[in-house]
């Protein structure tokens, strides 16, 4: 038996076509860019896995992201951003408002000020895209490959 793994990752915008152009994503349209998402996914993830997405993982309507989120492994939490108001729990997710501590580390979608992370504590957020964070560490799918990055990493690197 293969023990869980914890991954965090961010920022999918399933079915958002425009997301390729605003973010110079290396896909030809939506569809292409939904199909090799899933397929890193899951390459990483197993079914039996837990996956933190810290937001924004899918536009379009309940009907689509359900069959997305059907096609991905592992259990989901989502630390809901700013364009997942359509999803709910009833979808397949674990839904969070807000943030997510875990050890001394502050899940949040988007980035945290300075001066609103305790010394010692690390935030690790999505929401900027492929800019470099500030103040914590930038897990949104332009800055991992668009694979979903392994907690116990995260954990050995702070």
Known sequence: MTRMKIWITSDHHFFHGNIIKYCDRPFSNWEEMNNKMIELWNNKVSKNDLVIHL????????????????????????????HDWKIDSSMGF???????????????HE????????????????????RDSFNGINLSVEKTNFEPVELNSILKTK
Do not use: A, Q
């Open 55 to 82: 937001g924004d993982f899918s536009f379009g309507d309940k009907n689509k992201i359900v069959s997305v989120r059907n096609k991905l492994n592992g259990t989901i939490i989502l630390v809901r951003g700013s």
């Open 94 to 108: 674990i839904i969070v408002e807000g943030r997510l501590l875990i050890h001394n580390l502050i899940l949040t």
């Open 111 to 130: 980035p945290l000020e300075k001066e609103s992370i305790p010394e010692g504590f690390v935030n690790i957020h999505g929401h900027i895209h492929h």
